[in-house]
């Protein structure tokens, strides 16, 4: 039954199956969410099962999914541990580092001239995902090291923390000129908010504007009713595009801020209870040391910079 459709049907329940979502199994597999559904109910098809559950706003895979899934999974990753083995035998041995997209091009990528000025004899391999790292997975795909934003919740893994995160309201200047009204946060309206609905691992979906609001103290509001990304890259391009207002993590946006393609709409940035931390299998030595100091230095700089615009150590949200 292993047909090459067959194939990419399982590829998908897989991806649909380990996310809980289609929208973030097709943003992983790069294909549309029409095309995950449909291959999807392909499989079903043939199977004359069913996998996959509706359960609110995420997919649960059914007893008969659940058993499959496990099989898939298990397998999937028993084939790209093997090609990981064999790309290693042939390949000059670069550091793999696995970030999330929106930070890898944002905040990284700007800045990788500068490493590799530095290290010229480093080979770094820098892969944009958004899965979440344990031991295992990093040992089977051999990713030396990866920078994730979250909470900090890792066993058994080397963690430090790079950088904290402030969040705040951004815009385009467009926007802000067709709405002159828009002059404190009481003025936002629930249609013109653009929500990144999977801000980390474990959080709600509307978890970085409910707590920037509550921050202002702002009464609870409807939060659901704006655009929804599954990126905060995608959420970002949206504001810059004009489409309304979204949460910036400062290290995503300040070259934004700065350049004039954004407006930090009222200069009131709020902690956010995530951060970004450096994760390796196990204490890190040779190259990887090097790339985890520079991503430290580098982290150091930015948030030095930060303080130039912010007085972050008093604004709301902080303990400190």
């Known amino acids: 039954m292993l047909t090459a459709s067959?194939?990419?049907?399982?590829?998908?329940?897989?991806?649909?199956?380990?996310h809980h979502s289609v929208s973030r199994a097709a943003a992983e597999l790069c294909i549309s969410q029409g095309a995950v559904s449909q291959q999807i109910k392909q499989l079903e098809a043939a199977l004359g099962r069913t996998l996959l559950l509706r359960a609110?706003?995420?997919l649960k895979l059914s007893p008969d999914?659940?058993?499959?899934h496990q099989a898939v999974h298990e397998g999937w990753r028993g084939i790209e541990a093997a090609l990981a083995r064999?790309?290693?035998s042939q390949e000059p041995q670069a550091v793999v580092l696995s970030c999330s997209p929106s930070f890898a091009m944002k905040w990284l990528t700007p800045r990788?001239?500068?490493?590799?000025?530095?290290?010229?004899?480093?080979?770094?391999s820098v892969q944009g995902e958004f899965h979440a790292v344990n031991r295992r997975r990093m040992e089977e795909e051999a990713l030396d090291a990866a920078v994730r934003f979250d909470t900090g919740q890792y066993q058994g893994l080397y963690m430090r923390q790079l950088l904290d995160e402030w969040v705040l309201p951004v815009?385009?200047?467009?926007?802000?000129?067709?709405h002159p009204g828009l002059r404190t946060p009481a003025d936002l309206r629930p249609e013109w908010l653009l929500h990144d609905v999977s801000p980390w691992d474990g959080a709600d979906a509307f978890r970085e504007w409910a707590q920037w609001f509550a921050a202002m103290g702002e009464e609870p509001r409807q939060l659901d009713g704006g655009r929804q990304f599954n990126l905060s890259l995608l959420a970002l391009e949206a504001a810059v595009a004009g489409q309304g207002v979204a949460m910036g993590r400062v290290?995503?946006?300040?070259?934004?801020?700065?350049?004039?393609?954004?407006?930090d709409l009222f200069s009131t940035p709020v902690r956010s209870d995530a951060a970004y931390y450096f994760v390796s299998p196990q204490e890190p030595r040779g190259d990887v040391v090097r790339v985890e100091s520079w991503l430290k230095s580098q982290a150091d700089m930015f948030m030095a910079a930060r303080l130039m615009l912010w007085d972050a150590p008093h604004v709301e949200g902080d303990e400190t």
């Open 65 to 68: 999914g659940l058993q499959l």
């Open 56 to 58: 609110g706003r995420e």
């Open 171 to 178: 815009t385009s200047p467009a926007f802000l000129k067709a």
């Open 112 to 124: 990788l001239s500068d490493f590799f000025g530095q290290h010229p004899g480093i080979p770094l």
């Open 251 to 263: 290290a995503l946006v300040l070259d934004d801020i700065r350049n004039g393609r954004l407006v």
């Open 6 to 18: 067959m194939l990419a049907w399982l590829r998908c329940f897989e991806a649909a199956g380990r």
């Open 86 to 88: 064999l790309r290693r």
